[in-house]
């Protein structure tokens, strides 16, 4: 049972668009969200997180927003650049307990010089 | 800092068999935790350790286990390999294991069951 589905396995952008990577969650327990970006033969590294408190998370070209109601959130890339390439987790957890981090299955991103 | 290193990166093995894996994690953090990763199903979690002791477990069976050492180096065995088990294991380090710790992962070693 997939508790955090990320539903497109693939998009392409072309450099210097948006990118809009989606992510939907069923367990109404997490609120703690965390986007991963994994490049081949490397481990995931940690891009971003928002807490269940906000709606809105901003990181130079990286913002993450969350619709609680919706238990959906996205992560948007502006502008999209050829590095950015790369497969994108989003993950979810219950904050105030132990580690224990549910992933999603990715989404690889193209984007296209 | 060094970051977080995993021995071997690639291992073949055949049905059966055991196998056991190595995590170092970053000087300082004290939790470390398993994950196996599969083209269908993502990262799936499988247990966290924190200073020896196991605190959290994912829906795996019996045959994957794991420990930690007083130095939070961390070993994961997988016993009577089965050829689904075939996967990219990943472990991630982080300060206190805290649900809200940023964890750091290791380039993963890739098992292949044959």
């Known amino acids: 049972d997939q508790q955090v589905k990320q539903n497109s396995p693939s998009l392409s952008v072309q450099e210097g668009r948006i990118s809009i990577l989606n992510c939907d969650y069923t367990?109404?327990?997490?609120?703690?969200f965390l986007w991963y970006k994994k490049y081949p033969a490397e481990g995931p590294t940690f891009l971003i997180s928002?807490?269940?408190?906000?709606d809105k998370n901003e990181d130079g070209r990286f913002t993450v927003f969350l619709n609680k109601s919706a238990k959906h959130l996205s992560l948007h890339i502006v502008p999209s650049q050829p590095g950015d390439s790369a497969v994108y987790f989003c993950a979810a957890s219950r904050s105030g307990g132990y580690q224990k981090v549910t992933f999603g299955i990715g989404t690889k991103l193209q984007v296209i010089p | 800092k060094a970051g977080v290193t995993q021995t071997p990166r690639y291992l073949i093995k055949t049905r059966g068999q055991q196998v056991t894996l190595s995590c170092s994690p970053i000087?300082?953090?004290?939790?470390v935790s398993w994950y196996q990763q599969t083209p269908g199903q993502g990262l799936q979690f499988l247990f966290e350790?924190?200073?020896?002791?196991?605190?959290n477990k994912g829906n795996f069976p019996g045959r994957f286990s794991g420990r930690q050492f007083s130095n939070s180096r961390s070993e994961m065995n997988v016993s009577t390999l089965e050829l689904g088990d075939s996967a990219l294991y990943l472990c991630?380090?982080?300060?206190?294991?805290?649900?809200?710790?940023?964890?750091?992962f290791g380039p993963g070693t890739r098992l292949t069951v044959l």
């Open positions: 000087s300082g953090h004290r939790s």
């Open positions: 367990n109404s327990m997490f609120d703690y």
């Open positions: 928002i807490s269940s408190i906000k």
């Open positions: 991630a380090s982080s300060l206190q294991g805290a649900s809200t710790d940023t964890q750091y």
């Open positions: 350790y924190f200073s020896e002791t196991q605190r």
